[in-house]
């Protein structure tokens, strides 16, 4: 999902590995297997198409929103450039504690992880042009957005 207001791109379903589960929880927590399309109906609900599991997934209501007390809220965390060429900046809104960043392909595969004990991590990616999931990780829970690689 992409904030028009923002440009900030935060990710509704999948957690970046891939697999077939979650269902009946919320969909930032879901594993998808190569979702091929997404579409959302007049009510709001949003489709995906799971080509690598051959089923179409359903989110409705609150299984797209990342609620609780154990979640690192998504305007806590922001990435620069975005897109980028490679190199980009990962910000949270405070002090990291216990922190770390995974980086992780279109297929799932870890391709970056680092520790963060600092508010600004900046990450080199000698990568592919694509879409990437940004997963960061904290004390108080964990946020997954999107960084797109434009070379």
Request: glycine fraction near 12%; charge should be neutral; avoid cysteine.
């Amino acid at each position: 999902v992409v904030n028009v207001n923002t440009g900030i791109i935060n990710t509704v379903a999948g957690t970046g590995s891939m697999g077939y589960g979650g269902d009946g929880g919320l969909a930032i927590a879901a594993t998808l297997n190569q979702p091929e399309g997404v579409w959302q109906d007049a009510a709001g609900a949003i489709y995906i198409a799971d080509q690598g599991n051959a089923v179409i997934r359903k989110i409705t209501g609150s299984a797209y929103k990342t609620t609780g007390a154990n979640t690192l809220a998504e305007n806590n965390v922001t990435i620069f450039p975005n897109p980028s060429a490679g190199t980009f900046t990962v910000q949270t809104g405070t002090l990291p504690d216990n922190g770390s960043v995974q980086v992780y392909n279109v297929v799932g595969q870890l391709v970056f992880s680092t520790a963060i004990d600092q508010q600004q991590t900046t990450i080199s990616l000698n990568q592919p042009a694509g879409a990437y999931s940004v997963i960061v990780k904290t004390a108080t829970g964990s946020t997954t957005q999107k960084v797109t690689i434009a070379k």
